[in-house]
């Protein structure tokens, strides 16, 4: 199916874009922590990737394509640190300002478990956000989406002792983020932690 | 007791729970956490922090994101690379082209600027002379005109007026022009700075004479040294057939030759009055000679002797040849030069830059 895609067969291509779709919008949510550029940089990554599609030289087509969407998410990063535009408030659909956000809905509304995993979610995709891009995309690689550290390696571009020592740091200073974070979080993120 | 847990021992922690271990390494470690508990609390924590980081969601794709036609052909402005390409190639290639005409060009014009007999000069030295005269009181035995060209010359002691005939004309001196001479042992006076520097001129002109096979009778005219024997006189001479005035009409006469010998000089081609080729002699026309400077035009009637004679001309330039070269004026070399170095600079700079795009898109694009 690569190979057909190679040749410019787009229907095998879309076939391939649908196999792994899931995990490019995964990696790259977590990469830029929002759905709106995650969803800008899955199209991206795709497009790039049947246009370019003749630099793949064989090898795990899942790593070739998670350097691809790599790289989007580091434009994206870098273009949002050029021009930062974060809302003071968040919009609603049609542009308008929330009066309140989602993090202030009554959790009164919702099961408790269910507010509390979502604040957790929160927590640690903070914590992500903060880590270095290098650091953020080894610790998403190998905790997140399960890979190995030679795919790792591979998805990267890097020696698996890069990946090892990036790993460890950035585990570091995620469980520093964490113990931080914990004070501010519901009661049972802190029991988890304690 | 933190401190002495080091970032090695957190690789290592690290590794221990991704099983990414060699058997060596996990033996050492598990040692060291039944010995440390520090090193095991750092562990339960690192641990926690990858159980948390693993619970995450793994999200779906919002949609499909199917890849149309349109959107790649949409999509043109991701081939950056070759487009940088390509403009750093013209680019170096049209500096290339710069460089060389600017080359090319720069040594033409010194090519054509071969030397000459700039016949224009000798206009205006003349024309400079008649004026330095006309306000300069001279005796009609010792007028010191204005030297144009050369330097005075020794006069011989006697007159040679055979010399001055050209051959079988032995009325050479109604054709005879001198525009300028010298008394034997006076250096005219207002030799100044005036036309020194023409002066020079007129001695390089005069070796290339000399030195010219189209005139191989010429005699000192100008203060060269010369191998003929006329050229030790002082005075210089050239007979030039003009009918007009003397500043036009240099250049009509080819055959404004001098000759030391009587011989008589080849007519000019398209001059009425005949030819007369005097010789080099400046000693005979003493008394004319002092009236050269006002008198520029050549009388037909007029003798060798005639005031009206005027000596001393510059160059016998073939005809055809040594019009004014005019030098490139230096303003306009200048900004030319100018423009030529910044086309130059601009186009590295595109070159160079464009070359640095490609090759950094070419390393972004995998």
């Known amino acids: 199916m690569i190979q057909a895609a190679r040749d410019g067969d787009l229907d095998s291509f879309n076939r391939l874009v649908l196999a792994y779709q899931d995990l490019v919008y995964n990696h790259a949510f977590r990469m ?3 759905e709106e550029s995650a969803d800008d940089a899955t199209q991206n990554t795709f497009i790039s990737a049947y246009n370019h599609l003749g630099s793949f030289r064989g090898g795990s087509f899942k790593a070739w394509l998670l350097r691809i969407v790599t790289n989007t998410c580091y434009d994206e990063l870098r273009r949002r640190k050029r021009r930062p535009t974060v809302p003071l408030e968040p919009l609603d659909d049609a542009g ?8 202030m809905v009554d959790p009164a509304d919702q099961p408790e478990q269910q507010v509390e995993q979502a604040e957790l979610q929160r927590a640690i995709q903070h914590c992500l956000d903060n880590l270095p891009g290098d650091f953020r995309t080894t610790v998403i690689m190998v905790d997140v989406q399960g890979m ?7 998805a990267i571009g890097k020696p698996i002792g890069t990946i090892k020592s990036r790993l460890a740091r950035a585990r570091l200073r995620l469980r520093d983020c964490l113990n931080g974070f914990a004070e501010l979080l519901p009661a049972g993120f802190r029991l988890e932690l304690g | 007791m933190k401190n002495q847990i080091t970032l090695r021992d957190y690789e290592l ?26 090193l095991r609390n750092e562990l339960h924590e690192i641990s926690k922090t990858r159980i948390l980081v693993h619970s995450l969601p793994k999200l779906k794709a919002p949609r499909n994101y199917y890849v149309n036609a349109t959107a790649v052909r949409a999509r043109p402005t991701l081939r950056l690379a070759p487009v940088f390409g390509i403009v750093s190639a013209v680019a170096s290639v049209l500096l290339a082209l710069v460089i060389f005409g600017s080359t090319f060009f720069e040594s033409n014009p010194q090519v054509a600027m071969a030397p000459s007999l700039p016949v224009a000069d000798e206009t205006i030295a003349v ?10 009181p001279s005796s009609p035995t010792e007028a010191a005109p204005v030297v144009m060209m050369g330097a005075p010359l020794v006069a011989s002691p006697t007159p040679n007026i055979g010399a001055l005939k050209a051959g079988p004309t032995e009325h050479a001196t109604p054709t005879t022009v001198y ?3 010298y008394p034997p042992t006076s250096t005219p006076e207002n ?10 001129t007129d001695r390089l002109h005069c070796e290339e004479i000399y030195g010219s096979s189209a005139y191989p009778t010429l005699s000192s005219q100008y203060n060269c040294p010369t191998p003929s024997p006329s050229s030790t006189s002082s005075e210089y001479s050239l007979s030039i057939q003009s009918s007009t005035s003397i500043t036009p009409t240099i250049t009509s006469t080819p055959t404004a030759t001098l000759t030391p010998t009587t011989t008589p000089t080849p007519t000019p081609t398209n001059t009425p009055t005949p ?3 005097p010789t080099p002699t400046p000693t005979i026309e003493p008394p004319s000679i002092q009236n050269i400077a006002p008198t520029v035009e050549v009388e037909s009637s007029t003798g060798i002797t005639s005031s009206d004679q005027v000596s001393g001309l510059g160059n016998p330039t073939p005809p055809g040849q040594g019009g004014a070269v005019n030098p490139r004026t230096s303003p306009n070399m200048s900004f030319l030069n100018y423009l030529v170095l910044t086309i130059e600079i601009s186009l590295a700079a595109i070159a160079i830059i464009a070359g640095i795009a490609a090759i950094i898109l070419r390393i972004r694009t995998g």
């Open chain 2, 13 to 38: 922690i690290s590794a221990y729970l991704d099983n990414q271990l060699s058997d060596k390494d996990r033996a050492f470690l598990e040692t060291r956490l039944k010995a440390d508990p520090e």
């Open chain 1, 148 to 154: 190995d550290y030679f795919e790792a390696s591979q």
């Open chain 2, 179 to 181: 525009l300028y001479a």
């Open chain 1, 32 to 34: 830029v922590g929002e």
């Open chain 2, 191 to 200: 030799l100044t700075t005036l036309n020194e520097v023409q002066v020079e």
């Open chain 1, 96 to 103: 308008e300002e929330v009066e309140s956000a989602h993090w």
């Open chain 2, 275 to 277: 030819t007369a080729s």
């Open chain 2, 127 to 136: 024309q400079q002379e008649v004026e330095l005269s006309a306000a300069s």
